[in-house]
């Protein structure tokens, strides 16, 4: 069965400083992988996702995020925050052998919280 | 385009009372997702339809729970009877096949049940 580890249940930070949002994920089969942001009462929005090809996989709003699959990581990084980042972060896995559903399993999220 | 559209926003009831949750998927998209968030247990996957016909219903937590897809643009969700333990925010989410696995959220309904 699949699973979805994010490390961190909250990361502060402070603005324009890096930051990294790590996801681990656990399956027997090839995966697609995703990350989805959520703004405070609102639903979850589409950051990136890694299907094929290159490992580094660049999103909205300056993110981006590496898939390592000898690590079965997918860790979300941006050089710079700013405080309209502060939000929750979810890591989602989808496999291949789900077909074409696309049936995802999230991780239980990071909260991001970016102060001045 | 308007976006996945649920209804209502929030929604505060009694135990015991029936729940009706309301979506309306982006027109186009085949598939429709509806989703629980609660702090204890994340966001859990209860039920999705593939063209109106209900796929896999795995996750949803008890017979109280049940879902209709009855045309392609709206799908309910109802609970009955309701209890505290089902207080979440309920989102809906729906994708078109020809998208890889790009899910589109709704805003979510806040329900309280006291």
């Known amino acids: 069965a699949q699973s979805v580890t994010q490390l961190d249940s909250q990361v502060p930070v402070f603005e324009e400083a890096p930051v990294e949002l790590r996801c681990n994920y656990s399956s027997s089969v090839s995966v697609y992988l995703f990350w989805y942001v959520q703004y405070p009462n609102q639903g979850l929005q589409l950051l990136l996702k890694y299907l094929s090809g290159s490992t580094l996989v660049k999103g909205i709003n300056g993110f981006e995020a590496e898939f390592n699959k000898s690590q079965t990581s997918f860790h979300l990084r941006k050089p710079s925050v700013h405080i309209s980042d502060t939000a929750e972060y979810f890591c989602?896995?989808?496999?291949?052998?789900?077909?074409?559903?696309?049936?995802?399993?999230f991780g239980q999220g990071t909260t991001l919280q970016v102060k001045p | 385009d308007a976006g996945v559209i649920q209804s209502p926003r929030h929604e505060v009831t009694e135990m015991g009372q029936e729940v009706t949750l309301r979506c309306k998927p982006i027109?186009?998209?085949?598939?429709l997702f509806w989703y629980r968030q609660t702090m204890m247990r994340g966001l859990e996957l209860l039920i999705y339809f593939n063209n109106n016909v209900p796929i896999d219903d795995s996750g949803m937590p008890e017979d109280r729970f049940s879902a209709k897809m009855p045309n392609a643009s709206f799908s309910t969700l109802k609970i009955q009877p309701s209890e505290p333990r089902d207080s979440a925010v309920y989102f809906c989410?729906?994708?078109?096949?020809?998208?890889?696995?790009?899910?589109?959220f709704g805003p979510g309904t806040r329900l309280t049940v006291l």
């Open positions: 027109s186009g998209h085949d598939y």
């Open positions: 989602a896995v989808s496999d291949e052998g789900s077909g074409n559903t696309g049936k995802l399993i």
């Open positions: 989410a729906s994708r078109h096949s020809g998208r890889a696995y790009e899910q589109f």
